[in-house]
């Protein structure tokens, strides 16, 4: 399915159709060929456009490697477990190779979401494009900028706000938790020391059969969000939340909360108007706190900032 739309606030749907024609082609085959690979970097790149346009807006400053002088975005502890950097760094290259220093790699992490969504759940929708890449990779800044696992449903509403984000549009966008995969660490608190009486029994003790009570670095075992469709993107997320068949507390909340409840069940059922909205949701996404014109630059490698 498409959702079409030719322009964006400042950003433009074919901005780079005179400067590189192929730019959103070539980033489309450097996705297709890792997903073929491994299905989970799907699940990664979408990930990665939210945790880069939730700290500084959508500039691509998420993909600064962290060094000793400049402890970048990615040292932060929310970010370690991110997946993805190597394929943008695939795609770069190939489109430096194209159209020298004319693709942004915010662009770049905004195309390989959208393409990651239609091949892994055949949620497609046009990429207004002319994003540019920020200056700045703070190690504090995704801290205090991006949910975190121990928060309640009303600070997840709340900085989700902050970012021009509405609870419909959270609760649309945390379907995206139908595919990749989740730390043990990440969903603990839910087994130990008594089981969160929220989730299925059956699936307690499957997680518990597989999580440790301590979950060190060298103990902290991965699974599925999703054990029906785990590399499909689709609404079983929601069947999965009304079944108490989901690994985070902030999942749950939104089956559990009035505020949130009719619109998992909505989707549940109605796996189209899921699917159009997630689309429409990962635009607006897109568009938070974007640089354009003479703002940032084009940096050349996505992971250094220009000298």
Known sequence: MSLVAPSLGQLQVGFYRATCPSAEAIVRGAVFQAIRSDPGLGAGLIRLLFHDCFVNGCDGSLL???????PSEQASVINLSLRGFQVIDQAKAQLEAACPGVVSCADTVAFAARDSSLILGGINYAVAAG????????????????????????QLESIFAAK????????????AHSIGRAHCSSFVNRLYPTVDPTLNPAFASSL?????????????PTT?????????LDNRYYQDLLQQRVLLTSDEDLATSPSTLDLVKTF???????ANQFAAAMQKMGQIGVLTGTQGNIRLNCSVFNT
């Not at 994003?131 to 009303?154: E, K």
């Not at 599925?224 to 499909?232: C, E, R």
């Not at 549940?268 to 899921?274: L, P, T, V």
Request: proline share 6%.
């Open 64 to 70: 600064i490697s962290s060094t000793a002088s400049n």
């Open 131 to 154: 994003r540019r890449d920020g200056l700045v990779s703070n190690v504090a800044a995704p801290l205090q900028n991006l949910p975190q696992l121990s928060f309640d449903l009303a």
């Open 164 to 175: 021009g984000l509405t609870v419909n549009d959270m609760v649309v966008l945390s379907g």
């Open 208 to 220: 518990l059969s597989l999580c440790p009570n301590d979950t060190s670095t060298t103990n902290n």
């Open 224 to 232: 599925v969000q999703d054990y029906q469709t785990p590399n499909i």
């Open 268 to 274: 549940s059922f109605f796996g189209g108007i899921w």
